[in-house]
């Protein structure tokens, strides 16, 4: 099972199931709140981080849904 994957990576695996907008929208405006600093910062996105959860949140995703978007995200060239 993947469990982290670049932020890069995570992004554009958004962007191409086309859940970046309502993902971005999920995000907390507040530049101190954990998901905001991994969403513009981060290296990395694993399993259960904040950006993790307030995306599965946002898109109201099951686990095996947000595994399948890590696995798309996981296909991206970094």
Do not use: C, H, K
């Not at 290296?43 to 949140?57: A, N």
């Amino acid at each position: 099972m993947i469990t982290t994957v670049r932020r890069i990576q995570f992004v554009t695996a958004l962007a191409d199931a086309l859940e970046l907008e309502t993902t971005y929208q999920g995000i907390s405006a507040d530049a101190n709140y954990p998901d905001w600093i991994e969403f513009y910062s981060a290296e990395l996105v694993q399993v259960g981080d904040p950006l993790y959860v307030q995306t599965q949140l946002a898109l109201g995703y099951t686990s095996a849904q947000m595994l399948t978007l890590f696995e798309a995200a996981v296909q991206v060239p970094v």
